[in-house]
């Protein structure tokens, strides 16, 4: 597994009701029956998982509030804010397609998931752009298209997967790029990873929506930051890899 950063320009706040925008990097040991951590697959065996469930760091990768399991041709790139050094999200990179992920404090009595949805509709709406509410292996979740420009001149769109799991005290949000928007097969194996990811709520009061923190694990070493050649979008008909929070 390959490690890489990505560093902001700007301070942001940083919620769960993403945008999907242009020009932005994309961005154990068990407790008997196995049980989802909440909000997502109604699956006796599927995660994503609580640190309470699946405490076993062996085999995964520590970013501190998430735990990656490590995985063949996996990369996994951290997106660095300029001003405050923290790191606001991690984004896996696996077969030419990816996923974002973000961890947030939510209500001990209340999910996030219903909220933040019709957050995202409004905001891929403000960008001219359309949202389906679909049934996927993870419950409910959005396929939002937002109108682009492709490299000859010519219109596309750009396409972004959003799930989102409701966990105790914690929503963990994922956003799908390249062909694992679209595609079933090619979103298999990060939807397996999105499954295995583990939770570390921490027992620290915080606001909901506030982002669980995330950082660079102990043993790995950065790589050179990429490019502005390599990190330039793909054109919009190839499927979107880019998103962010707003």
Same mark, same amino acid.
């Given at each position: ?29 068990? $407790? ?8 997502? $697959?109604?699956?006796?065996? %599927? ?9 076993? #760091? ?13 995985? #063949? ?23 030419? %397609?990816?996923? *974002? ?10 999910? @996030? ?9 409004? %905001? ?10 679909? #049934? ?14 492709? *490299?000859? !001149? ?17 929503? @963990?949000?994922?956003?799908?790029? !390249? ?11 990060? #939807? ?20 669980? *923190? ?14 502005? *050649? ?17």
């Amino acid at each position: 597994m390959a490690f890489g950063r990505l560093r902001k320009n700007k301070q942001d706040k940083h919620e769960p009701d993403g945008k999907v925008q242009d020009g932005d990097e994309q961005p154990a040991a068990d $407790s008997g029956v196995d049980t989802p951590a909440g909000g997502g $697959s109604t699956a006796p065996s %599927s995660g994503p998982w609580d640190a309470a469930d699946k405490p076993s #760091e062996e085999g995964y990768v520590d970013l501190g509030a998430l735990r990656i399991a490590a995985a #063949e041709g996996l990369q996994l790139r951290l997106e660095v804010e300029e001003k405050t050094q923290r790191v606001v999200a991690v984004t896996l990179d696996l077969n030419g %397609s990816s996923l *974002q992920l973000q961890a947030f404090a939510a209500p001990r009595s209340e999910t @996030l998931w219903d909220d933040i949805r019709n957050q995202i509709g409004k %905001s891929v709406g403000s960008q001219g752009g359309t949202v389906d509410e679909l #049934e996927g292996v993870f419950g409910t979740e959005l396929l939002a298209k937002v109108p682009a420009q492709a *490299q000859d !001149g010519s219109k596309g769109y750009r396409v972004a997967r959003f799930v989102g799991v409701d966990g105790p005290r914690w929503f @963990l949000r994922g956003v799908f790029g !390249g062909p694992a928007a679209l595609d079933p097969a090619a979103a298999g194996p990060l #939807e397996e990873v999105f499954r295995n990811v583990v939770v570390v709520r921490g027992e620290q009061p915080l606001p909901p929506r506030d982002l669980l *923190q995330l950082r660079l694990p102990r043993d790995a070493s950065p790589l050179p930051r990429p490019s502005a *050649q390599a990190a330039k979008p793909a054109p919009p008909e190839r499927g979107p890899e880019i998103t962010t929070i707003g």
